[in-house]
């Protein structure tokens, strides 16, 4: 069965530090995958998106990048976070494109101070 | 502009009780809306998928509705247990892939004994 990990689970940053989170999909090949945040109060905010390695979409300009460098690894990052960085973290991968179900990871929760 | 607004923000009932919660959407075009269940610190996990032509689908003692003229749907929870205490969010998709998906705020419930 097809799995999703994510890690850290929480992390406390100061400003201006890097980050990396790392999500890893397990029984599937060439998933879409997904970076979210949820903010408190607000939904799902969709970051970045995958179809391949290599291949990152991005849909809105923010202090974040996304890598993808295996085909089930994605990677969000920052070179130097910011307070508005701090929220819920959520990589997700679908089992089927527009209607099929996105599956979550357990998520990453960030505090930037 | 795209957007899924649901009602209530929050709601907390006694164990054992019913609930209704409401989606309105001005998704276009539309594809399918999904109801998730998120419990706390967790990622969201879906709970019923609907599309245009269908107007109810149960899972357990979900029930959700959709009336694709209007654009509401509503979940209605029956007879609640404590571990329903969670957020809902509606989901709407536009088709497309999921970079064309619209997330409610979610409806925070809580049951409490």
């Known amino acids: 069965s097809q799995t999703i990990h994510q890690w850290p689970a929480t992390l406390v940053q100061p400003v201006g530090s890097p980050l990396s989170l790392e999500c890893t999909v397990e029984?599937?090949?060439?998933?879409?995958l997904y970076w979210y945040r949820q903010a408190a109060g607000r939904g799902l905010q969709l970051l970045f998106y995958?179809?391949?390695?290599?291949?990152i979409s991005s849909e809105v300009p923010q202090n974040l990048s996304a890598s993808r460098p295996q085909d089930r690894q994605f990677i969000l990052s920052s070179k130097k976070l910011l307070l508005s960085d701090s929220g819920f973290y959520l990589c997700?991968?679908?089992?089927?494109?527009?209607?099929?179900?996105?599956?979550f990871g357990e998520g990453s929760r960030l505090t930037v101070l | 502009k795209n957007q899924v607004e649901q009602s209530p923000q929050s709601l907390i009932i006694l164990e054992g009780k019913n609930c209704t919660l409401q989606c309105n959407y001005t998704v276009s075009p539309f594809s399918n809306l999904r109801w998730y269940k998120q419990d706390t610190g967790r990622g969201p996990v879906s709970l019923t998928i609907?599309?245009?032509?269908?107007n109810t689908k149960s899972n357990g003692r979900y029930t959700a509705t959709l009336d694709a003229d209007t654009k509401q749907s509503s979940l209605h929870i029956t007879a609640s247990q404590l571990s329903d205490s969670a957020s809902y969010i509606c989901?709407?998709?536009?088709?497309?892939?999921?970079?064309?998906?619209?997330f409610g705020t979610g409806t925070k419930l809580q049951v409490i004994p």
């Open positions: 989901v709407v998709s536009g088709g497309g892939g999921y970079q064309k998906v619209t």
């Open positions: 995958s179809v391949g390695i290599g291949q």
């Open positions: 609907m599309t245009f032509s269908e």
């Open positions: 029984g599937t090949s060439n998933p879409n």
């Open positions: 997700a991968w679908v089992s089927g494109v527009s209607t099929g179900e996105l599956f």
